[in-house]
């Protein structure tokens, strides 16, 4: 099994910025992707971003140009750096480990951005 600990989740004023953390343990051998979802109230969960082993990444569109994802692949940590937060990014983020034979969820972390 995998366990993913998630932090850095809190309350900012919009135009804040806010450092996510996804620190991965257990049997994490081939890792093939570390993502970001996210999921607002009374929403379907959705994707923020991801990085692949490769170091290739992707963005959804809302997010593109203010947050950036990166890993650490030394300490298994997968990283989401948001900047500019706007109240719509209101969510509980979920870290997503994605390897050969399972897939992972994290616990999720709040974030509320105020107007």
């Known amino acids: 099994q995998v366990q993913l600990v998630e932090s850095g989740g809190g309350l900012v004023q919009a135009g804040g910025s806010l450092r996510l953390s996804c620190a991965a343990s257990g049997d994490i051998g081939s890792i093939t992707v570390m993502a970001w979802y996210r999921q607002a109230p009374g929403k379907q969960r959705e994707l923020v971003a991801r990085?692949?082993?490769?170091?290739?990444?992707n963005y959804a569109d809302p997010v593109r140009g203010r947050f950036t994802i990166s890993r650490d692949i030394a300490k298994n940590t997968a990283y989401l750096q948001m900047d500019s937060l706007k109240p719509e990014d209101t969510a509980v983020y979920y870290c997503h480990v994605v390897q050969v034979i399972r897939v992972t969820w994290g616990q999720g972390t709040q974030v509320t951005v105020s107007s």
């Open positions: 990085i692949t082993s490769g170091g290739i990444t």
